[in-house]
């Protein structure tokens, strides 16, 4: 039953919707229940049926008006702009802070709330005491889950490893792991920034090897690549620390009861032709 529904959702609405099925047993009665439809904000609304557009109301469905259509696909557009503008903010600033001698690959993440509002995240932001207390909370929190789910969390540092540095920023925190170097040294390359209206940004910027095949990073990776002796782009290191991503959002938005969707834009530079780990070019990985 779930997996019709899905497929329903998928191969009857335009843009297909994301739809989540729950059963729920009656207790006593075997094979009996219900079935509940969770239908998360859909970051694509508004969606079609049958050549109709539907939308929601205090009092079910209902049937949305030419207006009201465009209306809905012009925000849809101007989200996603927001989206490209915040990615190219990150960009720019992956680029102020990775100035390094060895042109080494940058992982940037940024992450938009499709509704948010200005103080989103300020109990987190808004001074030093609140961001001690998102990493001793919400870091250490997603940390713990991240151990408990996954064995070979060594082979890969997660995302949040020794984010020790707090610092307010205008309309926001940033929390950070290099030392002095500013990142340019083994293990100091991670960088976390938070805005108190929603906005979701984080870097590595070290996940490649050099040119020469070398590697400032220490470990299982930098091992295998100095064997190897060629280029490579670490990712495993990329996909894991954008799956740790994943669930700090997922916490922080259940932490201030936001039910909303998220774009999400994940962008890899300086790749210069280098090949994955398994040897395939970057771009077919």
Avoid at 212 to 222: F, T, V
Wanted: with cysteine.
């Amino acid at each position: 039953i779930e997996l019709t529904v899905v497929q329903v959702a998928r191969s009857r609405i335009r843009p297909a919707l994301d739809v989540v099925p729950h059963v729920l047993g009656r207790p006593g009665e075997g094979g009996r229940g219900f079935l509940v439809i969770e239908i998360p904000e859909s970051a694509t609304a508004p969606h079609m049926v049958k050549g109709t557009y539907y939308g929601r109301s205090e009092v079910g469905r209902v049937v949305l008006t030419d207006a009201e259509v465009e209306e809905q696909i012009l925000r849809r557009g101007r989200v996603a702009a927001r989206l490209q503008q915040a990615m190219t903010e990150t960009q720019e600033l992956a680029d102020s802070l990775g100035a390094q001698t060895d042109p080494v690959s940058h992982m940037m993440l940024t992450a938009i709330p499709t509704h948010p509002w200005p103080d989103m995240f300020l109990s987190y932001t808004k001074d030093r005491s609140a961001q001690q207390r998102f990493v001793t909370e919400v870091l250490m929190s997603v940390l713990n889950s991240i151990n408990s789910a996954y064995a070979n969390r060594d082979y890969v540092a997660v995302a949040f490893d020794q984010l020790v540095y707090q610092g307010r920023t205008s309309g926001g925190a940033r929390f950070a792991n290099w030392q002095t170097n500013r990142g340019t040294g083994e293990g100091g390359e991670r960088w976390l920034g938070i805005g108190d209206d929603g906005v979701i940004r984080y870097m590595n910027l070290d996940v490649s090897s050099r040119d020469d095949g070398g590697s400032r990073l220490s470990g299982a990776l930098g091992s295998i690549n100095d064997r190897r002796g060629q280029p490579i782009v670490y990712q495993s290191k990329i996909a894991l620390q954008a799956r740790d991503m994943m669930q700090l959002i997922g916490d922080l938005a259940s932490r201030c009861d936001y039910l909303g969707g998220w774009l999400i834009g994940l962008e890899v530079d300086r790749l210069r032709g280098l090949a994955g780990e398994g040897g395939r070019d970057t771009l077919d990985c």
